[in-house]
C-alpha cells in the first residue's frame, strides 16, 4: 500500500503547497481576522514551507501558535488602546510580524528542502525540528507574556534595573506576564511532543531555548531598544533576532547535549 503523501514526515513542495492553500481557502474569514493582507501573504509562505518540510504536525504547530497569538493579542482590547499599547491595525499582523515570528522556521524548512541534513550531520531532521519548534515556543511565549501583561500585569519591572515601569514600556516585565508566557511555551512544546516533532531530549532543550531567548529580548528591549536608541532595531528585527536565537541555541542544545 502506498504511503499518504500528505502524512510523510517530509512531503516535498507540491503537497505542502496543495494542504496550505486547502487551509486558506476554507479558513480564509478566520486568517483574515488575524492578518493584514501582506502578513497574509507572507503567512501563506510561511504554510506552504512548513507543511513541505515538517509535515502535519509541524504545520499545525504554526496553526497553534497563529491562533493563541490571535486570540492573546486581542485580550482588553480596549485597555491596550486607551493606555497606548496595543498592536497597530487592531491587532492584525503584517509581514513584519509574520518574519518576526516565523524567519527561523522557514530557514529551518528550508535547510530540510534544500537537503542541508544530508550534507552536514550536525544539522540533522531531527536538530533542524528541534529549532523549527524553539523558534515558535519562543515567540508564542513572548507574545503570551507581553499581551497578558499589557492587559493584566499589576506591577512591571524593567528587565535591566528591576526598576517600576509603565506598562507596556519596552523591555518590561511582569509576574502575570512571565508565568503565562512560560506556559504556552510549555503548551506549544507540549504539542510539537505529543505529534511527535520532537523527543523528551528535543523538548528540554526547546523550553531551555524559549527561555533563554526571551530573556534575552527583554534585555534588549530594555537596554538598546527603549527610547529609539537604535532607529534600525524595531519590534519586529528585535523579534528576528530572538527566535534566531531560540532556534539556534535549541540546536546546539540538542546536538551537544
Known amino acids: 500500500m502506498t504511503p499518504d503523501p500528505f502524512l510523510a514526515p517530509t512531503p516535498g513542495l507540491p503537497v505542502g503547497v496543495i494542504a496550505n492553500t486547502v487551509v486558506y481557502v476554507l479558513g480564509n474569514r478566520v486568517l483574515l481576522k488575524g492578518l493584514a493582507l501582506d502578513g497574509y501573504v507572507s503567512s501563506y509562505v510561511l504554510g506552504c514551507l512548513s507543511y513541505a518540510a515538517f509535515g502535519p504536525c509541524g504545520y499545525l504547530l504554526v496553526c497553534i501558535y497563529f491562533l493563541i497569538g490571535s486570540y492573546v493579542t486581542k485580550l482588553k482590547m480596549d485597555v491596550k488602546e486607551k493606555e497606548g499599547t496595543a498592536e497597530a491595525r487592531g491587532g492584525r499582523r503584517g509581514v513584519g510580524s509574520v518574519l518576526g515570528s516565523g524567519l527561523a522556521g522557514l530557514a529551518c524548512a528550508a535547510a530540510v528542502l534544500l537537503g542541508v541534513p544530508s550534507a552536514v550531520p550536525a544539522l540533522s531532521f531531527e536538530a533542524l525540528k528541534v529549532g523549527f519548534t524553539a523558534s515558535f515556543c519562543s515567540k508564542l511565549s513572548d507574545t503570551v507574556s507581553s499581551e497578558v501583561g499589557k492587559a493584566y500585569g499589576k506591577t512591571t519591572y524593567l528587565a535591566t534595573t528591576l526598576k517600576k515601569v509603565a506598562r507596556g514600556t519596552e523591555g518590561a ?26 523527543d523528551g531530549r528535543g523538548l528540554v532543550c526547546v523550553i531551555a531555548a524559549s527561555v533563554v531567548a526571551n530573556y534575552l529580548e527583554s534585555l534588549v528591549g530594555a537596554g538598546v531598544q527603549r527610547g529609539g536608541a537604535v532607529p534600525w532595531l524595531t519590534n519586529d528585527v528585535v523579534n528576528m533576532l530572538q527566535i534566531s536565537v531560540a532556534s539556534v541555541l535549541g540546536i546546539w542544545l540538542y546536538v551537544l547535549v
Not at 503565562?180 to 520532537?198: N, T, Y
Open 173 to 198: 516585565v511582569s509576574l502575570e506576564g512571565t508565568v503565562a508566557g512560560v506556559v504556552a511555551s510549555l503548551v506549544l512544546g507540549a504539542c510539537g511532543f505529543v505529534g511527535g516533532l520532537v
